[in-house]
């Protein structure tokens, strides 16, 4: 793509909410005392001054009732706030312009979004929001990024139109896990994961992928096609986090019957002798018999297990090669990433992923207390994911937290943003020197304030930036961008 600066320097947008019924609009209100020094102006107990910036969406002053006047010029006695949201928008506020006057005068800024809630301790409480629609605050949290020197957008439909607006590239694509019918293991549980045999999730597969690529695949800025998140398969012979004996809905099971007496060549009794040993004995008359003694791995040891693992790969195979298959069927100009991996993908099955144009890892630095950097083994497996596959790598989600923002934080390893900035200069100096690995996604965008409850944001849940991050966030990304720009040289 001409002009584009790799590697890729992204965020994920995805993390907002959609305004809840209950939610309520009005004005909130604003005391200010000013002094006038020449052409200067100065708000003593805000810090606000003429031509600086301030925050909106901070929930300070007094909430006093409701109007729902539109958003702009608003004069409230002598002062007018003349550019609310139709100037310049950095990184952290949005622009104020205040005309000169009385000493004292109270400002009214319409539309303030209030989403009742609960707080930390799980006490009634809520959030003060600048933005009343939510294309509103994506196109305004795509502002930001680009002031933060991303260069390109991992989100929801949510964020695409701000997002072209701003000439940055993104990946789309849905869920294609949800097309259609999932795995069930002999007992009747969903995997996560698709079933890749059934008709109805192929064909509900390639109606998902023909209405992406035909709202998509015209757009200069589209990179490419993200197909799948962190479904069950980054450990396929695993019964909980991946699919071994997750082989009993209708059509997988066909399947397994199927594949067998081709892999015997119709001989039963061979199935029969080759799994027989001390952990069961199986009498199968023939090939259509498995559902009535489904066979399971019963140990280490235990001789069915070869065949069971060969057909965990016939099935990651198939998916893979499905789902590339209608991508390339529908849009073959753009690139078409794996499913984005959760935590370390078992190597042994990485071959299977070749038929991918980039593979997608979810990767963050070790759980540990302190840890502000990849560890060794982590790139060491991100190295072999590369060289098994021969593809190169993006890291589609990352992230550190911080202990020192009142969230119950469960999985905060530091204890203060400064430790989070320097964190991000840590982990991009790392990518940068893995050669095969293309780009990077920052994880997330704003706090997690449901179940996760983390301090994963580069703003928190009232939209104020954690300055300390953000500042190391929008050095590194210069830096790497004009690396780029003397390696073109």
């Not at 549980?189 to 597969?205: H, I, R, S, Y």
Request: include cysteine; glycine fraction near 8%; hydrophobic fraction near 35%.
């Amino acid at each position: 793509m001409p002009g584009l600066d790799f590697p890729l320097a992204g965020a994920q947008l995805s993390c907002w909410y959609f305004v809840p019924t209950d939610a309520t609009f009005g004005w909130f209100e604003i005391n200010l005392r000013t002094h006038d020094y020449g052409d200067r102006l100065f708000q003593t107990s805000r810090g606000i001054r003429k031509g600086a910036w301030t925050r909106l969406a901070m929930p300070f002053g007094e909430f006093f009732g409701w109007s729902f006047r539109r958003f702009g010029s608003l004069r409230v006695k002598q002062f007018e706030i003349t550019s609310v949201g139709t100037r310049r928008i950095g990184l952290d506020d949005v622009e104020i312009t205040v005309e000169p006057g009385a000493a004292e005068a109270v400002a009214r800024v319409p539309n303030m979004l209030f989403l009742p809630g609960r707080d930390a301790t799980g006490a009634p409480g809520g959030t003060w929001s600048y933005y009343r629609r939510q294309k509103d605050w994506a196109e305004f949290a795509c502002r930001r990024l680009f002031d933060l020197g991303f260069n390109s957008l991992a989100g929801g439909d949510e964020a695409l139109e701000p997002h072209r607006r701003r000439t940055m590239p993104y990946f789309a694509g849905p869920g294609l896990t949800w097309a259609g019918p999932r795995l069930q293991d002999s007992k009747g549980n969903t995997a996560l994961f698709p079933d890749v045999f059934d008709p109805e999730w192929q064909k509900g597969a390639e109606e998902w992928v023909r209405e992406t690529t035909d709202k998509h695949r015209d757009d200069p800025l589209l990179l490419g096609y993200f197909t799948d998140n962190e479904i069950q398969m980054h450990q396929p012979l695993s019964r909980s986090i991946g699919i071994m004996d997750y082989f009993w809905s209708p059509s997988t099971a066909q399947e397994l019957v199927r594949w067998l007496h081709e892999r015997y060549k119709g001989e039963v009794e061979a199935l029969n002798r080759r799994w027989s040993s001390a952990h069961h004995r199986y009498q199968y008359k023939r090939f259509d018999d498995l559902p009535a003694d489904k066979p399971t791995r019963r140990g280490d040891d235990d001789p069915v297990g070869e065949d069971l693992r060969d057909f965990v790969r016939h099935m990651v195979k198939t998916y893979a090669d499905t789902i590339v298959g209608l991508y390339r069927k529908h849009d073959p100009n753009h690139l078409v990433c794996s499913n984005r991996f959760a935590g370390q993908f078992d190597v042994g099955f990485a071959d299977l992923l070749r038929p991918y144009d980039l593979i997608a890892c979810n990767s963050y630095p070790r759980s540990r207390w302190g840890q502000t950097e990849f560890d060794e083994g982590q790139l060491q497996w991100l190295r072999a994911m590369h060289e098994k596959t021969g593809r190169p790598v993006i890291v589609t989600e990352w992230g550190v937290s911080a202990t020192d923002t009142g969230l119950p934080n469960y999985w905060g390893r530091l204890d203060t943003q400064a430790e989070r900035a320097q964190a991000y200069r840590n982990v991009l100096r790392q990518f940068w020197s893995e050669k095969y690995i293309v780009g990077s996604h920052w994880f997330s965008w704003v706090d997690s304030t449901d179940a996760e409850a983390t301090n994963w944001g580069i703003v928190d849940a009232n939209d104020r930036p954690y300055r300390p991050l953000a500042g190391a966030m929008r050095e590194v990304n210069a830096d790497c961008g004009q690396r780029v720009r003397e390696w073109r040289r």
